[in-house]
């Protein structure tokens, strides 16, 4: 049976802020993974991530390589969303830690349609990944593909035997022997939609695959499979009454099985999709994908490490946030500190009530504070230990915005006509706060936004593709604030049913 799942999140669902979490997961003493001794930290790969689809990273060399839609969604027109074909990146991860400006493999890889979720054997030479290589209408037949490195470039690619266009076979990873592969497929005389299975390296060739049976497969979707050296495989379901839809899961080995699957529970897991893990050797850090609240794009990805937990007796100042004309408390504003000790850490700080915003003092050299209040201008400060530790509270003035007005047109590519009650949203790329309106009787519609902040603007309507624009901040200066105009069009739309858990889409 085919799987059909509608894609659960909007290509257009666009934040600046970054996204990080140190929360306490609560599991039992007899769960191995994540240590009930240990914090988990999540945070978002802002210098990877682009306003389309990123995800299921794995390293690679000096760096990772990743599947994204980048190469489509930052083509110009007035809809840079016009194809969302996926291909492989690879980003270089320099000497301070940061990784540099993802481009594309070299090679047979990335061909007309989508290519993606690679891994790799151990010495890096030969890659396995996914690929559609024809269209096919309410579908997406996909199949899984080896190609080898030689000098700089992927080449050899060639189609593993156990493909077929009846169903689709998509999201392998290797064991680290190389001797199995895993992999999801709604190939008949499964459990549910998609199903994780395996084939064996035997005399060279990729044998029959097995089904991995009810420990690891639900009457719903089981999808992107990993295998870590000790072989505990983990995947994403969306049929186990998760915390979200698609929830990451843990199946511990177990002799020649799996147990039955555990969820790992937040903060690896949200309400929106989770998927795409990652663990290095040490079990110590890795990468997940997600479509979580406060990423750059819709599928962002996400790094995560354990840390220690935080001593009661450790130092904590506090952050008080006021309005600087009139000297009010400000609550509810986002502040965030940055600092920078290896890798770069987020945290959030929670409000404690009359603007206080406490933060227990982590090792650094540097702390970059940024805080973000609607209708305010964005506060940014870098310190050093000696001046965050020298007072115990630090008061933060910050200035208000003065506004601009936003007037548009929805109407037809085609005609020119105007179209109405078509939905717009308005995304503030200053502070991730949306807006929401019809298009009235002669498709025009309109906003009071903040000046210099640049926005993206969604339009949408039952029988057209979806459109955008971006107003920049060039566009809209605080200094010169004018009336803002602007035109949408959009594209009859053709029928289409695509399934969301491969997450390709054509």
């Not at 992107?224 to 186990?240: T, V």
Request: hydrophobic share 30%; proline share 4%.
């Amino acid at each position: 049976m085919k799987m059909k799942i509608q894609h659960l999140t909007t290509i257009f669902i666009l934040a600046i802020v970054l996204f990080s979490i140190g929360n306490v997961l609560a599991f039992t003493p007899d769960n191995n993974f994540p240590p009930q001794e240990k914090e988990v930290e999540i945070y978002n790969l802002e210098p990877i991530n682009s306003k389309g689809l990123d995800f299921c990273a794995i390293p690679y060399g000096d760096g990772i390589v990743f599947t994204s839609s980048r190469s489509h969604m930052e083509t110009s027109g007035p809809s840079f969303s016009k194809k969302k074909y996926f291909d492989l990146f690879y980003s270089e991860k320099n000497d301070s830690g940061r990784y540099l400006k993802p481009r594309k493999l070299k090679g047979n890889i990335n061909g007309e349609l989508h290519d993606g979720t690679a891994s790799f054997n151990v010495d890096g030479t030969t890659m396995y990944f996914t690929r559609n290589t024809e269209r096919r209408k309410g579908t997406v037949g996909l199949k899984i593909y080896s190609a080898d490195m030689v000098e700089g470039q992927w080449i050899n690619v060639q189609e593993l035997p156990f493909n077929s266009e009846k169903f689709s076979n998509c999201h392998p990873t290797l064991s680290h022997d190389e001797q199995k592969l895993y992999f999801a497929s709604d190939r008949p005389g499964g459990f549910g939609g998609m199903d994780i299975y395996v084939s064996k390296l035997v005399n060279g060739e990729w044998g029959e695959p097995e089904n991995l049976g009810v420990n690891v497969n639900s009457a719903g979707n089981e999808l992107f499979p990993y295998i870590n050296k000790n072989g505990d495989l983990f995947i994403s379901s969306d049929g186990s009454g998760g915390i979200g839809r698609l929830d990451i899961y843990i199946c511990e080995k177990d002799g020649k099985r799996f147990k039955g699957k555990r969820n790992l529970g937040e903060p690896f897991n949200t309400r929106s999709d989770d998927f795409g893990f990652y663990m290095d050797e040490n079990g110590e850090k890795g990468f997940l994908s997600s479509n979580r609240t406060g990423g750059s794009g819709n599928d962002d990805i996400y790094g995560w490490k354990l840390t220690e937990k935080a001593m009661e007796d450790d130092l904590v100042c506090k952050f008080i946030v006021k309005d600087k004309n009139t000297g009010d408390l400000i609550e509810e504003a986002q502040v965030v500190i940055e600092q920078e000790y290896g890798d770069w850490k987020r945290t959030v700080l929670s409000n404690y009530g009359n603007g206080v915003y406490p933060y227990e003092v982590k090792s650094s050299d540097e702390y970059f504070l940024n805080i973000e209040k609607e209708g305010f201008e964005s506060f940014n400060i870098v310190m050093d230990k000696k001046t965050l530790v020298e007072k115990e509270e630090h008061t933060i003035f910050i200035n208000r915005r003065s506004f601009s007005l936003l007037n548009g047109k929805i109407e037809g590519q085609i005609y020119h006509d105007a179209l109405k009650n078509a939905d717009v949203e308005i995304l503030n790329e200053c502070d991730g706060r949306k807006q929401f309106t019809k298009s009235s009787v002669d498709g025009t519609f309109g906003f009071t936004i903040m000046c210099g902040c640049e926005y993206i603007i969604i339009a949408k309507k039952d029988g057209f593709m979806t459109s955008s624009k971006i107003v920049s901040k060039d566009d809209n200066p605080c200094k010169d604030s004018k009336l803002i105009e602007t035109k949408i069009q959009l594209r009859p739309a053709p029928n289409s049913n695509n399934p969301r858990a491969s997450v390709f889409e054509h």
